[in-house]
């Protein structure tokens, strides 16, 4: 069974692909997007490295999504290690309300496809933004760890939140994820 594509009034979220790593590059390349994600990479190759590596994984442990608006390629968000979440949205598209659109959809579909019995995100607390909005999708914080990644040289923490599947009722087999 493929991975089915969302679609929400401004989106399309669309399974990743390989083609899209030209587009995705747009945020790998930008330093200050980068700042909470990981390595700024230099060079198109690093990031089709990247995309060729979550292709690889399979679809229980890795459910990527490209968000498209108008054609275009503007981020991308999914599980990239079941059931962590990861998202990331091209800086000229920051506070639109974009990603909370795109999260409103995708969050809900894989309760409903994958067994998991919750979602969890591991953010930088300096990453306000992102912090507002898991919250504002029902996350709940659940510890702080301090030095948890290097990036760029610089030690950052991590701000870990779970979200619960909404109806703990289903007879979907649950992951033991501890």
């Avoid at 409903?112 to 930088?124: E, F, S, W």
């Amino acid at each position: 069974m493929g991975i089915e594509a969302l679609y929400t009034p401004r989106l399309s979220l669309c399974p990743m692909q390989a083609e899209h790593a030209p587009a995705l590059h747009a945020f790998f390349c930008d330093p200050l997007a980068m700042r909470f994600f990981g390595e700024t990479h230099t060079e198109l190759a690093q990031t089709e490295r990247w995309v060729a590596g979550t292709l690889a994984e399979s679809s229980e442990r890795c459910r990527e999504y490209v968000l498209i608006q108008d054609g275009v390629a503007i981020g991308k968000a999914g599980l990239w290690a079941a059931p962590e979440l990861g998202f990331f949205l091209r800086r000229d598209r920051w506070g639109q309300g974009l990603m909370r659109e795109a999260l409103t959809a995708l969050l809900p579909h894989l309760f409903d496809t994958m067994p998991l019995d919750h979602i969890l995100a591991d953010v930088d607390p300096r990453n306000a933004a992102s912090l507002r909005l898991l919250h504002r999708l029902g996350f709940v914080e659940t510890h702080r760890t301090s030095r948890t990644i290097q990036i760029a040289g610089e030690w950052t923490d991590s701000v870990y939140l779970r979200l619960s599947r909404p109806d703990q009722t289903k007879s979907v087999p649950l992951l033991d994820n501890t």
